[in-house]
């Protein structure tokens, strides 16, 4: 359900100034690209780096380039921030949660409703994703039925699910993701919506903590790294599960999985179009 928003703050992402760069910037260069007030982030990917501004920064990126012998200018993009979403970025409704960016926060005369602000960044997406929101409404399902004190956001992005725990009662939400940007983001919306002092955002591999305690882990994640995690014990140690990022084709053996770990699938979500499937699972504890 879209919300009929009104414009409160700037929107930072109305245009968009993206360098596409061969190699990985050094700190130092992405330092100096940060003193600039046009600067977004940088997004780093198979040994390739995007530059991110809100006007065009054609002499800087030029220098970085120059600076370097490993790197090389292979594109720049203009265009919108919806653009480069491939959809609008407006307020919308999940169950209970209704989820805005900061520019624009809607009327809602409905006390039952519960506000989170997102931005969405440059690289992670609105929230929109089939995918996100159905672990959205796993996550409203489970604070519906129990007590949730201690969460962990596999492959956070935005920080979205992390906050939504966080805004439906959760006391500790730990919010990891191998990609910096993304926790950058994260870091963002936590401080938007304050909840710097229950949530921790962290930059790091899935597998390493997997091991603390909690009583839901959320992974929204490549299979490539949930089937890692799928191989060990310890990662159904956990009062709840939601396992979603997965294709159609994948279903099968993350519910082969599942069956040989010996615990219970509840509920399983596909999109509209059978692309994507969200598993939710009750672990061990």
Request: aromatic share 12%; hydrophobic share 40%; net charge negative.
């Amino acid at each position: 359900m879209v919300l009929n928003p009104y414009e409160l703050l700037p929107n930072p992402y109305e245009n968009l100034f993206i360098y596409y760069i061969q190699g990985v910037i050094n700190d130092s260069n992405i330092k100096e690209a940060s003193l600039y007030p046009d600067f977004i982030g940088n997004w780093e990917e198979d040994e390739f780096s995007f530059l991110f501004f809100s006007a065009r920064c054609d002499e800087l990126v030029e220098k970085i380039v120059a600076q370097d012998s490993e790197l090389t200018l292979l594109d720049k993009y203009e265009m919108t921030g919806e653009a480069w979403h491939g959809e609008p970025i407006e307020s919308y409704r999940s169950g209970n949660l209704c989820i805005s960016p900061p520019w624009k926060i809607p009327f809602i005369n409905d006390p039952k409703l519960k506000h989170i602000l997102l931005d969405p960044g440059v690289v992670f997406g609105t929230g929109r994703h089939p995918t996100t929101e159905d672990c959205l409404k796993y996550i409203q399902y489970i604070f519906s039925k129990e007590h949730i004190s201690n969460v962990i956001d596999i492959g956070t992005g935005t920080g979205l699910l992390a906050v939504a725990a966080a805004t439906l009662g959760c006391k500790r939400v730990l919010a990891v993701d191998f990609n910096l940007l993304a926790v950058k983001t994260a870091k963002k919306n936590i401080l938007l919506n304050s909840f710097e002092d229950k949530i921790l955002a962290i930059q790091g591999r899935a597998e390493d903590f997997i091991f603390k305690t909690a009583d839901l882990v959320v992974a929204n994640i490549h299979y490539d790294v949930m089937r890692h995690l799928l191989e060990i014990t310890q990662f159904f140690d956990h009062k709840w599960l939601i396992l979603s990022g997965l294709l159609r084709s994948e279903v099968d053996r993350v519910l082969k999985k599942l069956k040989q770990a010996g615990v219970k699938v509840v509920e399983l979500s596909s999109s509209f179009d059978s692309i994507w499937t969200t598993i939710l699972v009750k672990g061990f504890k």
